[in-house]
């Protein structure tokens, strides 16, 4: 069946680095991969959402790839802040296409 | 724009109780979506609603839970009779009809704590 696996369960870094989170997939093709940030308490929200045949988009300090020989996306927060601390879900459409499903988050944590 | 609207924010029960969720979604969104999300792991779709009828309710377990979304706004989850593994944070989330609009907005969550 299909999955979507980050393997990382947290990340800890120092302020001004660049966090690099990574997530895999397996036994089927997404069209498209999206990311969300998740704070404690909160609902998932949307970050950004690359297509398969985008390798890499960006927004402000935020970078992420797809590479379909790999079947794996990195998502990569540079500069990163205290407030870029959270948990950040790796989505993708289930296989009907109806609807999401999500790997089970890494939690990034960064100290100043 | 107002976000997805959950209530309960929190509920605490004993095993075999029962309880229902509420939510509301963004003003227009056709899609409405029900999602369990447990201690450590990523959310997992319970139920998906387009308009009032069912898309995919292929993991949701019938035998105690149940959703419904009547009119085609907001829905309403239940689950009858709870076990302690039902303990855990739904979330709803919805989105605008069409495949340019894939990214889904989220609630704020009602965390379950069965006891």
């Known amino acids: 069946s299909q999955k979507i696996e980050q393997n990382s369960e947290a990340l800890n870094i120092q302020e001004g680095k660049t966090a690099t989170l990574t997530c895999n997939y397996t036994?089927?093709?997404?069209?498209?991969l999206q990311w969300y940030r998740q704070d404690p308490g909160r609902g998932p929200v949307f970050l950004l959402l690359?297509?398969?045949?985008?390798k890499e988009k960006r927004k402000e300090r935020l970078k992420v790839t797809f590479d379909t020989t790999l079947k794996q996306s990195l998502f990569h927060i540079t500069a990163s802040q205290p407030a870029d601390s959270a948990t950040y879900l790796c989505?993708?459409?289930?296989?009907?296409?109806?609807?999401?499903?999500f790997g089970k988050g890494t939690t990034l944590s960064v100290s100043s | 724009e107002a976000g997805v609207a959950q209530s309960p924010r929190y509920k605490i029960i004993e095993k075999r109780q029962s309880v229902a969720f509420w939510c509301n979604p963004i003003?227009?969104?056709?899609?409405l979506y029900w999602y369990q999300q447990i201690l450590g792991q990523g959310p997992k779709l319970l139920i998906q609603?387009?308009?009032?009828?069912?898309?995919?309710d292929s993991q949701l377990p019938k035998d105690r839970f149940s959703a419904e979304r009547l009119k085609g706004v907001d829905s309403t989850l239940k689950i009858q009779p709870a076990k302690l593994e039902d303990s855990a944070v739904y979330l709803c989330?919805?989105?605008?009809?069409?495949?340019?609009?894939?990214?889904?907005?989220f609630g704020s969550g009602t965390q379950l704590s069965v006891l």
């Open positions: 003003s227009g969104h056709a899609t």
């Open positions: 690359i297509r398969e045949n985008e």
């Open positions: 036994n089927y093709s997404p069209a498209y």
């Open positions: 609603f387009q308009n009032n009828g069912v898309v995919d």
């Open positions: 989505s993708s459409k289930n296989q009907a296409g109806t609807a999401l499903i």
């Open positions: 989330a919805s989105s605008p009809l069409g495949t340019a609009n894939e990214k889904l907005f």
